[in-house]
């Protein structure tokens, strides 16, 4: 009996149904190529043909089995269970043949997919690698952050100093005041002239002036003038000074190097990773501690280097061990308690006698002023002629504005 009459002839079903090609799954990119060959080769050890070759052979094996069963001495019986045990046999050979070209296009898929999200990763490696030699190549050796990207990412609170240019005039002969200096400055310079944008001019001690002007070639301008024309005249860019932050609700509990410790781990080695912790511990200072002595926790106001200020700044608190403290800027300003003006402390006030906080009156202190059934009278501002009819003090006393804003613009935030 041929092959081709065979009553097992599975073969031929195979032939004629053979798996379709598998496609990709949808990646997205409709430019991608299907798989090659050569990658369905590798996955398709028994190739189709071959198993058709093997299913022929088993079919023609099962045709000559019975073909001799048929010319034995067999009764019918026997025939006939060996004719339907071949063909058992024949139909469980021709279902492994199709699961197995079931599991082998499943495998297929499977491969493209894999392949494409190998790419992927690939494609995603490399740009996270370009990614950070880019930032690598722009971040500034001193971590540095300009005030102009602050502003950016700031929040509402977040303060804003003037983004004027200062420079300080003293007077080589120290015995000349404040004032005398002024009116030679003024004599030296006609802004109309120059054509400078002056924004203030104001008297500090040590007979000194400072020019506020709106930029930077202003400032060269009058540099270069005093230069020439007053020897008796001496004239820097006043020195700014480090911002201060408070840290509020820091354990009591915390040794101060356990503090500093976790501030640097928890908050900033992250966002700098060339900055080592020596460096770190070097560039922070604690400026003082405040809150109850028995309290399971106090305040640290630390002076810091621009940049960490506004690391600190720009996420809102600062992570220290357990806890989440809130972090702020810390603008509050001296305030004598002697004669109620800022930028010094009672013990270095060159006022004589005390002026009273309450009635702004010279001559007696808050506690013994006579006059406390009246309504209170701000000492500072009465000092500046300005209304006065609010307490000493008061947050919105517009001479400690004035004072506060002055403080802030002398702090450098990183904007040079």
């Known amino acids: 009996m041929s092959a081709n009459n065979s009553p097992f002839g599975r073969s031929s079903k195979i032939q004629r149904s053979p798996p379709?090609?598998?496609?990709?799954?949808?990646?997205?990119?409709?430019?991608?190529?299907?798989?090659?060959?050569?990658?369905?080769?590798?996955?398709?050890?028994?190739?189709?043909?071959?198993?058709?070759n093997w299913m022929s052979t088993i079919d023609k094996s099962l045709s000559e089995i019975c073909s001799i069963s048929t010319e034995g001495k067999l009764n019918s019986d026997q025939k006939l269970r060996i004719h339907n045990l071949c063909r058992k046999v024949s139909h469980g050979s021709a279902n492994l043949a199709v699961l197995y070209q079931g599991l082998k296009a499943k495998a297929l898929v499977n491969h493209c997919t894999l392949q494409t999200l190998q790419e992927k990763q690939d494609l995603s490696d490399s740009f996270r690698a370009l990614k950070e030699s880019i930032d690598s190549t722009n971040r500034p050796a001193t971590h540095a952050l300009s005030f102009a990207d602050m502003v950016k990412t700031s929040n509402k609170n977040e303060i804003r100093p003037n983004n004027l240019r200062s420079v300080a005039i003293y007077p080589k002969d120290q015995s000349k005041s404040s004032e005398e200096t002024k009116n030679l400055v003024q004599k030296i310079i006609n802004p109309e002239e120059m054509k400078l944008h002056v924004r203030a001019l104001r008297k500090v001690k040590?007979?000194?002036?400072?020019?506020?002007?709106?930029?930077?070639?202003?400032?060269?301008?009058?540099?270069?003038?005093?230069?020439?024309?007053?020897?008796?005249?001496?004239?820097?860019?006043?020195?700014?000074?480090?911002?201060?932050?408070?840290?509020?609700?820091?354990?009591?509990?915390?040794?101060?190097?356990?503090?500093?410790?976790?501030l640097y781990e928890q908050n900033i080695a992250d966002k700098f990773p060339d900055l080592t912790r020596e460096?770190?511990?070097?560039?922070?200072?604690?400026?003082?501690?405040?809150?109850?002595?028995?309290?399971?926790?106090?305040?640290?106001?630390?002076?810091?280097?621009?940049?960490?200020?506004?690391?600190?700044?720009?996420?809102?608190?600062?992570?220290?061990?357990?806890?989440?403290?809130?972090?702020?800027?810390?603008?509050?300003?001296?305030?004598?308690?002697?004669?109620?003006?800022?930028?010094?402390?009672?013990?270095?006030?060159?006022?004589?006698?005390?002026?009273?906080?309450?009635?702004?009156?010279?001559?007696?202190?808050?506690?013994?002023?006579?006059?406390?059934?009246?309504?209170?009278?701000?000492?500072?501002?009465?000092?500046?002629?300005?209304?006065?009819?609010?307490?000493?003090?008061?947050?919105?006393?517009?001479?400690?504005?004035?004072?506060?804003?002055?403080?802030?613009?002398?702090i450098d935030y990183g904007d040079g």
């Open 206 to 262: 040590n007979g000194g002036v400072i020019i506020s002007t709106d930029t930077k070639d202003d400032i060269e301008k009058l540099k270069l003038t005093f230069k020439n024309t007053s020897p008796n005249l001496t004239i820097d860019e006043p020195f700014k000074r480090r911002p201060r932050v408070v840290i509020v609700g820091v354990p009591s509990a915390l040794r101060e190097q356990e503090v500093y410790s976790c």
């Open 279 to 410: 460096n770190f511990l070097a560039s922070i200072k604690l400026s003082h501690k405040s809150g109850k002595k028995e309290a399971e926790s106090c305040n640290y106001v630390i002076e810091v280097p621009a940049y960490i200020r506004r690391a600190l700044i720009s996420q809102n608190r600062a992570f220290i061990n357990w806890s989440s403290c809130p972090v702020k800027d810390f603008t509050s300003v001296t305030k004598c308690f002697k004669c109620h003006f800022y930028g010094h402390a009672a013990k270095t006030c060159k006022q004589s006698e005390p002026i009273c906080g309450h009635c702004s009156n010279l001559g007696h202190s808050d506690k013994d002023c006579p006059f406390k059934a009246e309504n209170p009278k701000c000492a500072s501002c009465s000092l500046f002629k300005k209304p006065n009819g609010h307490i000493t003090g008061d947050p919105d006393c517009p001479v400690r504005k004035m004072a506060e804003r002055r403080y802030i613009n002398s």
């Open 20 to 52: 379709s090609t598998p496609v990709p799954p949808n990646t997205g990119n409709e430019n991608a190529q299907p798989t090659s060959a050569k990658d369905q080769t590798s996955l398709d050890p028994v190739p189709t043909s071959e198993i058709q």
